[in-house]
Every structure is written in structure tokens, then in C-alpha cells.
Nanobody, 112 residues
Framework: EVQLQASGGGLVEPGGSLRLSCAASGFAFADYTMSWFRQALGKGPEWVSSIGKGGGAGIYAESVKGRFTISRDNAKRTVTLQMNSLKPEDTAVYYC?????WGQGTQVTVSS
């Protein structure tokens, strides 16, 4: 059974940082690209970032480029999203994603 458990969300002031983590199980994690999506209240899902199976530089939505950094640890089966310079418009539930599977999301709220 595929399981994707995201954690690390919370309430942060504008300009602050959060580090999200996703623990994956139930599939050959090291063989696949992993992604983060987010969904703000009342809106559809928005792709945020992806990283290839070997790691390295990720790819990013224009809205987060230069502020967010994706990384992965294949030995620990985790994918991480470091979010800096957060803005109120980054407020959303963040989900780890793999080939049609959505994990349990984690709420990120950016507000003063």
C-alpha cells in the first residue's frame, strides 16, 4: 500500500520559513520522480515542485522559484520542501505526490 505522509506545516509570519517533509512507503521510492502540490481553500490543486529519482536540482512553479527548494533522501525515503520568504499567497494544504497518489496533506498558513 502506497503511503505518503506529509508533515512540518504550521502558522508562520510573512517572510518566515518552514520545512515540509514527506515520508514515503509502499513503492520503490528511489525509482520515481516525487512532487509537491498545494491546494488553497476554494481553489484547485497547484503543482509546486518536482525532483527526479536521482535527486539534484528540482523544477519549480514560477510562483515559488527562488524561494522554495526541493530535495530527497532515497535512503530515508523522504522528500523535503524548504520554503523561505513565505507569502500569504503560499497559504494552502501541501501534498506530497507520486503517480496519482496524494498523501495526507499538511496545512501551511502564512499570516501576521
Amino acid at each position: 500500500e502506497v503511503q505518503l505522509q506529509a508533515s512540518g506545516g504550521g502558522l508562520v509570519e510573512p517572510g518566515g520559513s518552514l520545512r515540509l517533509s514527506c515520508a514515503a512507503s509502499g513503492f520503490a521510492f528511489a525509482d520515481y520522480t516525487m512532487s509537491w502540490f498545494r491546494q488553497a481553500l476554494g481553489k484547485g490543486p497547484e503543482w509546486v515542485s518536482s525532483i527526479g529519482k536521482g535527486g539534484g536540482a528540482g523544477i519549480y512553479a514560477e510562483s515559488v522559484k527562488g524561494r522554495f527548494t526541493i530535495s530527497r533522501d532515497n535512503a530515508k525515503r523522504t522528500v523535503t520542501l524548504q520554503m523561505n520568504s513565505l507569502k500569504p499567497e503560499d497559504t494552502a494544504v501541501y501534498y506530497c505526490y507520486y503517480r496519482g497518489y496524494w498523501g495526507q496533506g499538511t496545512q501551511v498558513t502564512v499570516s501576521s
